[in-house]
């Protein structure tokens, strides 16, 4: 089965190419003109957006958000942040958000851009970055963070009503109406009004009239003007009053901005909080990184190796699709910050088939059509192949995947010029300063930091301040055991998953794991969990575990954590709300669950929460701190809005307001 035979999922563009030039199979039309692509966008798109003159009048750390309707070969993407780098003030940003539903494969968008020899220096940093794309969101740090890629993979019609973003200008691009028919509807245009910032600007390559009333009905004032070369006419136009988006669940709502200066508190140097630090520090905060242990990384992010891998749902649940978006964005980190070699190695994950449940999971995976880049299934006798050792039976490939060593990556996301370490401090204390606007975090001998902003990513720690008592979170020990490699079990080229995993050696040692104990307080290494990590390893290859060492004590070494996890196995990323004047404000939903209260939800001003990532940290802490960064600067969120809201911490309030389990302490 393909990938065309399957709803929600969207296979790689098929290309023809003619005299040199890309040509969509599907839709029978060019990307781009063949007399000149080049100029053509940025007479249509640059010149009627206005964008260099509006790219120079911005204010300083100011941001502009541009969105398109078609990536295609990014061409359009290249020449704004082009002109963006040319004319904008240093410390601005520029986010550029582009919906596409056949995303070009790395080697045909490698293959177009070099059309370009003029963008070479910035379309190679995207093709650095740019790998087999996924269906769901993806998110591009380019231009060390000045520069910010949304590509939204999916159908224009289906990404767009779940976009949160205010947009200055609009790309409305995309193959000609006559070709494309199903895209150029009026829903498209009453979207790009809901999205429109007051005075955005829209520009098109089209001047159908069906485009132009379209676009007039949904608010837009609509101009024409000529065309380029020997298209007679263009589009363009603006909207001075975008129509009122109706109701909103206040409690998912953004938090106003309110903070006096760019300056923020995170407390917990994980990989959450360091993730954190990183994106706020690349927007221009000041940010004091306070963590309890005498260096970074010391709790459960400090294991030796990780693994690289999503783990997902035939039926892509809201945890599935969060995994696929952290996925691809831990790969970029990584790719950006760390070379490969001692720290982290692309070498490929193999989860086994190891039951029939398993195995019937993968089955179904395998018939939703993700690319092979991403994903392919493996019989017993290319999976041992792959992995240089004999195993029981085969599973799904993840050729992208790998293991990362996160105590490097943690160090790395926290070397920047705005961020403060103060390692060995433990914040034990908030207060808040309304007449300042601005929080303190205090320890026994005092003040830490003063700052406008609080993010708590602690793990379950975050719910020893009273603010944040009310979270439903819990502790999960961990243990996980390193082992000498031999001459034999050295032969293992990629990670292997089951019940447990083994990744190749490391400084001349395996890391293998991990326990689950619940409810359980002592972080002292035991025998016993050594004993589970090793029978673990001999179910995924018993080959790989009698090739190693006598499992002598003294043969073994291992760190034992606590993993933080919630209800939902969903990680906790956002705004803090005051949990008793949350249910005394929406304290009528306990009796009717389908009211929609028009009261702002009452937050504690500058106070957020970044944890309960559990034993995905590796996969979805790196992208939390660019949640939590565009909450706080206002920018479009990288996440669709389900999926903001579905990591949301007022989600637990609400649900146990719902289901009346906080009706007596309303009363």
């Given at each position: 089965?393909?990938?065309?035979?399957?709803?929600?999922?969207?296979?790689h563009?098929?290309l023809?190419?003619?005299?040199?030039?890309?040509?969509?199979?599907?839709?029978g039309?060019?990307?781009?003109?063949?007399?000149?692509?080049l100029?053509?966008?940025?007479?249509?798109?640059?010149?009627?957006?206005?964008?260099?003159?509006?790219?120079?009048?911005?204010?300083?750390?100011?941001?502009?958000?541009?969105?398109?309707?078609?990536?295609?070969?990014?061409?359009?993407?290249?020449?704004?942040?082009?002109?963006?780098?040319a004319?904008?003030?240093?410390?601005?940003?520029?986010h550029?958000v582009s919906?596409?539903?056949?995303?070009?494969?790395?080697?045909?968008?490698?293959?177009?851009?070099?059309?370009?020899p003029?963008?070479?220096?910035?379309?190679?940093?995207?093709?650095?970055?740019?790998?087999?794309?996924?269906?769901?969101?993806?998110?591009?740090?380019?231009a060390?963070?000045?520069?910010?890629?949304?590509?939204?993979?999916?159908?224009?019609?289906?990404?767009?009503?779940?976009?949160?973003?205010?947009?200055?200008?609009?790309?409305?691009?995309g193959?000609?109406?006559?070709?494309?028919?199903?895209?150029?509807?009026?829903?498209?245009?009453?979207?790009?009004?809901?999205?429109?910032a007051?005075?955005?600007?829209f520009a098109?390559?089209?001047?159908?009239?069906?485009?132009?009333?379209?676009?007039?009905?949904a608010?837009?004032?609509?101009?024409?003007?000529?065309?380029?070369?020997?298209?007679?006419?263009?589009?363009?136009g603006?909207?001075?009053?975008?129509?009122?988006?109706?109701?909103?669940?206040?409690w998912y709502?953004?938090?106003?901005?309110?903070w006096?200066?760019r300056?923020?508190?995170v407390?917990?140097?994980?990989?959450?909080?360091?993730?954190?630090?990183?994106?706020?520090?690349?927007?221009?905060?000041?940010?004091?990184?306070i963590?309890?242990?005498?260096?970074?990384?010391?709790?459960?992010?400090?294991?030796?190796?990780?693994?690289?891998y999503?783990?997902?749902?035939?039926?892509?649940?809201?945890?599935?699709?969060?995994?696929?978006?952290?996925?691809?964005?831990?790969?970029?980190?990584?790719?950006?910050?760390l070379?490969?070699?001692a720290?982290?190695?692309?070498?490929?994950?193999?989860?086994l088939a190891?039951?029939?449940?398993?195995?019937?999971?993968?089955?179904a995976?395998a018939?939703?059509?993700?690319?092979?880049?991403?994903?392919?299934?493996?019989?017993?006798?290319?999976?041992?192949?792959?992995?240089?050792?004999?195993?029981?039976?085969g599973g799904?490939?993840?050729?992208?995947?790998?293991w990362?060593?996160p105590p490097?990556?943690?160090?790395?996301?926290?070397?920047?010029p705005?961020?403060?370490?103060?390692?060995?401090?433990?914040?034990?204390?908030?207060?808040?300063?309304?007449?300042?606007?601005s929080?303190?975090?205090?320890d026994?001998?005092?003040?830490?930091?003063?700052?406008?902003?609080?993010?708590?990513?602690?793990?379950?720690?975050?719910?020893?301040?009273?603010?944040?008592?009310?979270?439903?979170?819990?502790k999960i020990?961990?243990q996980?055991?390193?082992?000498?490699?031999?001459e034999?079990?050295?032969?293992?080229?990629?990670v292997?998953?089951?019940?447990?995993?083994?990744?190749?050696?490391?400084?001349?040692?395996?890391?293998?794991?991990?326990?689950?104990?619940?409810?359980?307080?002592?972080?002292?290494?035991?025998?016993?969990?050594?004993r589970?990590?090793?029978?673990?390893?001999?179910e995924?290859?018993?080959?790989?575990r009698?090739?190693?060492?006598?499992?002598?004590?003294?043969?073994?070494?291992?760190?034992?954590?606590?993993?933080?996890?919630?209800?939902?196995?969903?990680?906790?990323?956002?705004?803090?709300?005051?949990?008793?004047?949350?249910?005394?404000r929406?304290?009528?939903l306990?009796?009717d669950?389908?009211?929609?209260?028009?009261?702002?939800?009452?937050?504690?001003?500058?106070?957020?929460?970044?944890?309960?990532?559990?034993?995905?940290?590796?996969?979805?802490?790196?992208l939390?701190?660019?949640?939590?960064?565009?909450?706080l600067?206002?920018?479009?969120?990288?996440?669709?809005?389900?999926l903001?809201?579905?990591?949301?911490?007022s989600?637990?309030?609400?649900?146990?307001?719902?289901?009346?389990?906080?009706?007596?302490?309303?009363?």
């Amino acid at each position: 089965m393909t990938s065309k035979n399957v709803p929600g999922i969207a296979p790689h563009a098929e290309l023809a190419w003619q005299d040199g030039q890309p040509q969509s199979v599907a839709f029978g039309d060019v990307y781009f003109s063949r007399d000149s692509g080049l100029e053509e966008t940025r007479h249509v798109f640059l010149r009627h957006n206005q964008l260099e003159e509006r790219f120079a009048a911005l204010r300083p750390a100011s941001q502009f958000v541009i969105a398109e309707t078609g990536f295609g070969t990014g061409l359009n993407f290249l020449c704004a942040w082009q002109c963006f780098a040319a004319q904008a003030p240093a410390d601005a940003r520029l986010h550029f958000v582009s919906a596409e539903k056949y995303p070009l494969t790395p080697a045909d968008l490698a293959r177009a851009l070099a059309l370009w020899p003029q963008l070479a220096a910035l379309s190679t940093e995207l093709l650095e970055q740019y790998d087999a794309l996924t269906p769901g969101w993806h998110r591009f740090v380019l231009a060390e963070g000045r520069v910010m890629l949304t590509l939204m993979i999916g159908d224009v019609l289906d990404v767009l009503p779940r976009l949160d973003a205010r947009v200055d200008a609009w790309f409305l691009d995309g193959f000609a109406p006559s070709r494309n028919p199903d895209m150029w509807q009026q829903a498209l245009f009453d979207q790009m009004a809901r999205l429109s910032a007051p005075g955005a600007s829209f520009a098109t390559f089209t001047s159908a009239g069906e485009v132009r009333r379209g676009l007039a009905a949904a608010g837009f004032d609509v101009r024409k003007a000529p065309g380029h070369g020997r298209k007679r006419h263009i589009c363009h136009g603006w909207i001075a009053e975008p129509p009122s988006p109706g109701w909103q669940p206040p409690w998912y709502a953004r938090p106003p901005q309110r903070w006096r200066e760019r300056s923020a508190i995170v407390v917990g140097g994980g990989i959450s909080g360091a993730a954190t630090a990183r994106s706020l520090a690349g927007r221009g905060w000041q940010v004091t990184l306070i963590e309890r242990l005498p260096h970074l990384a010391g709790a459960a992010s400090g294991n030796p190796q990780g693994v690289l891998y999503a783990k997902l749902s035939p039926h892509l649940t809201p945890l599935s699709r969060l995994v696929l978006a952290g996925y691809g964005y831990s790969l970029r980190t990584l790719r950006r910050l760390l070379p490969q070699g001692a720290d982290w190695q692309a070498c490929g994950v193999l989860q086994l088939a190891h039951d029939e449940q398993e195995a019937a999971k993968q089955q179904a995976l395998a018939r939703l059509g993700l690319p092979p880049a991403v994903v392919r299934p493996l019989d017993r006798d290319e999976a041992s192949e792959m992995a240089g050792v004999a195993l029981p039976q085969g599973g799904l490939f993840f050729p992208q995947g790998g293991w990362a060593h996160p105590p490097a990556l943690v160090r790395r996301l926290a070397e920047h010029p705005n961020i403060a370490l103060r390692a060995g401090r433990t914040a034990l204390e908030l207060s808040y300063d309304p007449a300042q606007r601005s929080w303190t975090a205090s320890d026994e001998s005092g003040a830490l930091a003063v700052a406008s902003v609080v993010v708590l990513a602690g793990a379950a720690e975050t719910a020893q301040f009273d603010p944040a008592s009310h979270l439903p979170l819990k502790k999960i020990r961990g243990q996980i055991t390193s082992i000498a490699a031999t001459e034999q079990s050295a032969r293992l080229r990629t990670v292997l998953c089951g019940e447990g995993y083994v990744s190749p050696a490391r400084q001349g040692r395996h890391c293998l794991g991990a326990t689950f104990k619940f409810d359980d307080d002592d972080l002292a290494l035991r025998d016993g969990e050594h004993r589970e990590n090793l029978a673990m390893l001999a179910e995924l290859s018993p080959a790989l575990r009698a090739s190693l060492a006598d499992d002598a004590p003294e043969q073994l070494e291992g760190r034992a954590s606590y993993r933080c996890t919630s209800p939902d196995y969903l990680p906790l990323i956002g705004p803090l709300a005051a949990a008793r004047d949350f249910v005394d404000r929406y304290r009528d939903l306990a009796r009717d669950a389908t009211l929609k209260p028009e009261q702002a939800c009452p937050w504690l001003e500058g106070l957020y929460v970044n944890t309960a990532h559990g034993s995905r940290g590796l996969i979805t802490a790196p992208l939390s701190g660019e949640i939590l960064a565009a909450l706080l600067e206002g920018e479009p969120a990288p996440l669709p809005t389900e999926l903001m809201q579905a990591v949301h911490p007022s989600r637990f309030l609400l649900r146990d307001l719902i289901r009346r389990k906080l009706a007596a302490d309303a009363s």
